[in-house]
């Protein structure tokens, strides 16, 4: 097997995704403006802070919310730009304290999200890569094309692979997984395969805990392949080596507190109003069935999910063995989805990614019984998810905050204050010297009569959270009656109806103060 071709498709991959990372970029001219827009990114600070707190501090604050292993892997990006600026005195007496020590946090805090967003465009641009290699073994060399490209247009994976999520790095280790259960598949399960699943296994599960559910079912189903050196071996050495690689990678034997502050996270819930909201009757479990393959079919598009479905049904007749690769579909719905009642667009990618390696197949049958049908086929599905990509792309470069930001920087002063009734980050930039204070959305939010009012709807927000705002207040606000007038509104710009990732390019309402203060 020739590797340029993969060296090619690497970097092909990684520009596809390289322009839309610098959405979102903090702009760090206040304690409460570190972070980037995109929801639950590792950076800028993240690795640092989380490192610290375990290695040196040896005490809390934790972010428990992720195991530990994906905070090793943006270190590797941010730790060289900080003893960068260390050495050429940017970076003294670091603290835990806004401006932590940086001559220039604005600037500082830019070039270290850039470079914790790195890790997941190269992971994306590897994902594509290992897809072709999966596809290739699973069927033929063109099949393991179809796959890669079919990957690289999945509408989640431009949105993750150039944030500093987890998503997207977890789905790395996934195919990684996936490729070593493609060889056992067609050559058979052997003690080297066991071991390098039990690893890629527990990465992914160290990187994001939900990733386990992707292992479930293959990985039973290798239990009980025949192999040569005895099926114990293989078995053992899937559970050895996973248990060590899992170990070491999750944090336990460097933090206990830390990962059982985690155990906890995980196995109470965040403090959000998003879980759980979804009724737990059979009417409810149907609605989570018909938002799933919503979701399924905003990642993938139509002619694609369609097109995989009849890759499925091929499978089904000519080797039944890998529709075990599908089995993720159904542990998210079991083990994910209905025990939260909640489901994201970054929940179904695992399974949208296996969808696509279906596709693959597919396509392929399609091209051997009617050439033209297939290359039809095939070029409608990548149009079709090429040009919603590229529309997200577009949305990326045209947020409505940037022209809140612009619209603040003419028109607010030193001492305004700003309300807002959400998530720091995610509101536009503000000048220096410009407060933005967070309220709840009461009759009494308004009481010391701040200069401006920032309004951004709920549905914009990743995981759409529980309103805190009254709709008598509401009212108050837009009816004038609160003593606040719009003063602008910027409403998103798409070249379709359906935006899946609604925290790209929210609409914006700025409302100012009509009477003295």
């Known amino acids: ?168 790095p977890a789905l790395f280790w996934i195919a990684c997984g996936y490729a070593v259960i493609a060889a056992a598949l067609r050559e058979g399960w052997t003690v080297r395969r066991g071991l390098l699943l039990g690893l890629f296994a527990a990465l992914a599960t160290a990187t994001k805990d939900a990733s386990y559910t992707a292992f479930v079912v293959p990985g039973a189903a290798l239990l009980f392949l025949p192999n040569p050196a005895g099926r114990w071996k293989p078995n053992l050495a899937l559970l050895g080596a996973g248990a060590l690689a899992y170990a070491l990678a999750c944090g336990v034997l460097f933090h206990t507190g830390r990962f059982l502050d985690h155990l906890y996270f995980i196995t109470h819930g965040p403090d959000i109003g998003a879980y759980f909201i979804t009724p737990p009757t059979p009417a409810g479990y149907a609605a989570l069935v018909a938002e799933t393959a919503r979701l399924l079919a905003d990642s993938m598009g139509w002619p694609l999910l369609l097109l995989a479905l009849w890759g499925a049904i091929r499978i089904w007749k000519e080797d039944r063995r890998l529709l075990v690769l599908a089995g993720v579909l159904p542990c998210l719905l079991l083990l994910i989805v209905f025990p939260v009642r909640l489901v994201l667009l970054r929940f179904v990618l695992p399974s949208a990614w296996v969808l696509a390696l279906f596709a693959a197949r597919g396509a392929l049958d399609l091209g051997q019984r009617r050439p033209l049908l297939g290359r039809a086929a095939t ?49 536009p930039h503000l000048p220096g010297g410009v407060l933005s204070i967070k309220k709840a959305g009461r009759g009494d939010a308004l009481s010391e009569k701040p200069e401006f009012v920032l309004l951004i709807p709920w549905e914009a927000y990743e995981p ?19 003593g606040y007038r719009v003063a602008a509104h910027f409403q998103p710009r798409s070249w379709f109806n359906s935006r899946p990732v609604t925290v790209v390019n929210p609409p914006v309402t700025v409302f100012a103060r009509t009477g003295p203060p």
Request: hydrophobic content about 55%; overall charge positive; glycine content about 6%.
């Open 1 to 168: 097997m020739k590797l340029r071709p993969y060296l090619w498709l690497f970097v092909a991959a990684a520009l596809l995704y390289l322009p839309g990372i610098p959405w979102g970029l903090p702009h760090a001219n206040d304690a409460a403006r570190i972070a980037p827009w995109g929801p639950d990114e590792l950076a800028p600070l993240a690795p640092a802070a989380e490192l610290y707190n375990v290695f040196i501090a040896r005490k809390p604050p934790f972010n428990p919310q992720y195991p530990l292993f994906h905070y090793f892997v943006v270190a590797l990006f941010v730790g060289p730009y900080l003893a960068w600026l260390w050495l050429t005195g940017a970076l003294s007496a670091a603290s835990t304290v806004y401006p932590f020590g940086l001559a220039d946090p604005v600037a500082a805090l830019k070039t270290m999200t850039i470079l914790g967003r790195l890790p997941g465009v190269l992971m994306a641009a590897g994902t594509v890569v290992l897809s072709a290699w999966t596809g290739r073994k699973l069927w033929s060399p063109r099949a393991g094309w179809l796959a890669a490209a079919f990957v690289a247009v999945l509408y989640p994976m431009a949105h993750y692979g150039r944030t500093a999520t987890v998503d997207v």
């Open 379 to 427: 070029v409608l599905c990548l149009a079709w998810a090429l040009i919603f990509q590229a529309d997200l792309l577009w949305q990326s470069y045209h947020d409505t905050r940037y022209a809140a930001s612009e619209w603040f920087r003419l028109h607010a002063k030193p001492g305004d204050r700003v309300v807002y009734f959400d998530i720091t980050v995610k509101i």
């Open 464 to 482: 759409v959270r529980e309103k805190s705002m009254t709709p008598e207040f509401h009212r108050a606000l837009l009816d004038g009656s609160a």
